[in-house]
């Protein structure tokens, strides 16, 4: 990973002369995937609603993907985003992020900064922002805003309901919350 934070061969896939098998192509919205040696196959070929090639900041996904759907948010629809993927494949780097340089801040983050704009901007709107943190890992679901971070809540209809709930009156409360957990 260079000093902008644009995704690179680390030193094990460099000295194992690992190539690149994904490519692009950005206006279709496609992925291509190879598989090394294989000349004769045709790539795996996907297609999806956007695709972001290793050079482009997560930036440019907030601002095509996620922005409207908090603007939404403030207007009130529910709207979530759910970062999936194979272990490696960036799901903490594009939620979580870095804080240089700005345009790799994670989804998280900026997400914050952008509910407490709005809202300061907003007229005639009381809004209430409260925060919940939960893990899902194993089937097991654990509260990281609880005083007993190992107890495993029972998975029912209305376990959300039993979460504790944050009540943020500034950006940084909201932040908070999602520091204790990665601390944890
Ligand atoms: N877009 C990116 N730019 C630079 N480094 C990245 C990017 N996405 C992931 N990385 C790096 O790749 C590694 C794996 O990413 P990570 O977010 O931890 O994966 P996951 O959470 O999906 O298991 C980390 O070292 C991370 O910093
Ligand atoms: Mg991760």
Do not use: W
């Not at 690179?8 to 950005?26: F, G, I, P």
């Not at 795996?44 to 609603?49: A, Y």
């Not at 780097?93 to 952008?114: L, Y």
């Not at 007229?123 to 890992?137: D, P």
């Amino acid at each position: 990973i260079d000093e902008k934070h644009v995704l690179e061969q680390n030193d094990r896939e460099k000295a194992l002369s690992c190539k690149m098998v994904l490519s692009m192509d950005l206006q279709r919205c496609q992925c291509f995937i190879e598989k090394p040696g294989a000349v004769d196959e045709p790539p795996k070929q996907f297609t999806f609603d956007g695709t972001y090639y290793i050079d482009q900041a997560t930036e440019q996904m907030y601002n095509e993907i996620v922005y409207p759907l908090v603007e939404g948010v403030t207007e009130g629809y529910n709207g979530t985003i759910f970062a999936y993927g194979q272990t490696g494949s960036g799901k903490s780097f594009t939620m979580q992020g870095v804080s240089e340089p700005a345009t790799q801040k994670g989804i998280i983050p900026q997400a914050f900064e952008h509910i407490f704009e709005s809202i300061q901007c907003a007229e005639n709107t009381k809004f209430l922002v409260r925060a919940s943190y939960l893990e899902i890992y194993d089937e097991e679901i654990r509260d990281l805003l609880g005083s007993d971070t190992n107890q495993r809540l029972e998975v029912s209809p209305c376990f959300l309901d039993k979460l504790n709930r944050l009540r943020c009156i500034r950006r940084s409360q909201m932040y908070y919350c999602s520091l204790v957990s990665t601390a944890r």
